[in-house]
């Protein structure tokens, strides 16, 4: 099954010996530990064949093992799901594990997603203080104006009983947050419908950047894009008030050149990751609507257990690409240097012997509000170590903030619901069409 041609190509050889930490209680060097079972060629050749995506292929790989790997062409992939592997790549070593070829670096230039080294540091340490504790409390004026209007905008609709895309209505939702927080003011219509050229971009990006490869043409998408940006940029320069975030950004940072990367970064990584999540929500509670009235009796931490499994289901960056700098081991298995690994909580949060039945939604079940026994890497919807995510409490409050007072008032009732598309965001395949009743 382990094409011998794919262990020679991890160039592991004399010299390169290095001391692992340990693994099942015993010291494993990189040189000496087995390759991890990989998919063989004939299998690739059949996916290839049959024209079928990325999530079937890793699929296929992670059916393989906890540590498993499929040859890439000139590179190997190795997809990692076992929990302790999981935490050593993400927040133990996350120098052997370094993000490279970013498939967003394109759009976001030197945003802090995509940003390494010395920038990055000084970018997240600005950008943490206004995400996390006492910091959030100035935005939370800003994601309360925003609720407030998605929330008048369903009374309106359950009156009329038409047929509206939930979708949508939650994506505008998460757009006017992050819009208010940035600039202070509301979000147009029309900025949303020029911003939808994100969509168009999560869907044509490649899901595992492959070295060589060359990148889809999304210059359009990128110049709308980037025109909102720049104008809203020179709006807010031209404003007094210095309400918003992009107002620190300006003082803070040297060049409108990284101005301008994040705040599209923070557009990208912002709105979409928690529309598609509360879209996700509403298609498991539609499915079982028993679940709604369940977290009502519990208040705010049946909201939150309601999201916390909504995002064990469906962790909407469902695959976290790094490539390693070094030979390493990882759960007794070598790693070389120049592998992809790609890390995956969509896989490590459907393993049943750490999630029992996997597949159901369960937001009553044990390990969901705090650490799961098998350590950090059982769970991890927001990554891990110094790149996790950093809007995490953010998007707890954001969507706490809209759930507070529409779960209580509405049941929306879905006519369709579509499954998953694994592209570099796990999202429902189409919009949610759907009419707003009154509970
Ligand atoms: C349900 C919502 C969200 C999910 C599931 C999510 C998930 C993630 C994950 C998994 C990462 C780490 C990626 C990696 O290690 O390769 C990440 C990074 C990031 N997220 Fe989120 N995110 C969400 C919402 C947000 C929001 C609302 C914001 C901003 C307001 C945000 C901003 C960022 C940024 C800036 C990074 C890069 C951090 C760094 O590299 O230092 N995210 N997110």
């Known amino acids: 099954m382990t094409g011998a041609h794919v ?4 160039g592991v050889g004399a010299g390169m010996v290095r001391a692992v930490p340990y693994y099942g209680g015993f010291a494993v060097t990189s040189h000496r530990a087995p390759a991890p079972p990989a998919l063989s ?15 079937e292929l890793l699929s296929l790989v992670n059916a393989l093992g906890p540590v498993a790997r499929v040859s890439f062409g000139a590179v190997d992939a190795v997809l990692v799901s076992q929990p302790e592997a999981v935490h050593h790549v993400l927040a133990l070593h996350p120098e052997r594990y370094v993000k490279r070829s970013h498939r967003l670096a394109p759009l976001l230039g030197g945003g802090v997603l995509t940003a390494s080294g010395d920038p990055w540091r000084a ?27 998605a929330s008048l905008l369903w009374e309106r609709a359950s009156g009329t009983g038409e047929v509206r895309d939930l979708a949508g209505d939650l994506r505008f939702y998460s757009l006017d947050v992050i819009w208010r927080c940035l600039t202070g003011r509301p979000v147009t219509p029309e900025t949303y419908e020029e911003l939808r050229a994100v969509d168009a ?63 599209a970064t923070l557009i990208f990584a912002g709105h979409e990751t928690t529309a598609t999540t509360l879209a996700w929500l509403y298609l498991f509670l539609d499915a079982e609507p028993h679940w709604r009235a369940w977290a009502l009796e519990r208040g705010a931490d049946g909201v939150r257990a309601l999201l916390a ?43 049943p012997g750490l999630w029992p039945e996997p597949d159901a939604f369960r937001p009553d079940r044990p390990h969901l509000a705090e650490r ?49 598309a694994f592209d570099i965001t796990v999202h429902p395949a189409g919009p949610l069409p759907g009419t707003i009743q009154r509970a």
Do not use: N
């Not at 110049?223 to 300006?250: K, M, N």
């Open 7 to 10: 262990e020679d190509s991890h």
């Open 123 to 149: 970018q997240r340490r600005l950008l943490q203080r206004h995400f996390t504790g006492q910091g959030i409390r100035r935005f939370e004026g800003a994601i309360d104006g925003a609720a407030e209007r």
């Open 201 to 263: 971009i999560i869907g044509a990006l490649p899901v595992v950047p492959r070295p060589g490869d060359a990148p889809p043409d999304l210059g359009p998408e990128f110049a709308r894009i980037d025109a909102v940006v720049e104008r809203t940029i020179a709006e807010v320069r031209a404003s007094p008030s210095g309400a918003g975030l992009l107002h620190v950004l300006l003082e803070a940072y040297d060049t409108e050149q990284l101005v301008r990367d994040e705040v």
């Open 41 to 55: 060629p004939a299998v690739v050749a059949d996916w290839q064949a049959g024209g079928g995506s990325v999530f």
């Open 372 to 420: 799961h026994p098998a350590g950090h890497g059982a769970y991890y919807p927001f990554g891990l170590g110094p790149r996790a995510c950093l809007g995490a409490q953010f998007t707890h409050r954001e969507a706490q903030a809209l759930l507070e007072r529409v779960l209580p008032a509405f049941v929306p009732k879905l006519l369709d619901r579509p499954g998953p």
């Open 309 to 351: 499994e909504t995002l064990r289901l469906y962790p909407v960056a469902w695959l976290m690409p790094r490539h390693a700098t070094e030979d390493d081991v990882l759960a007794g298995y070598r790693v070389g240097a120049g592998d992809i690994v790609l890390t995956s909580p969509y896989f490590t949060h459907r393993d």
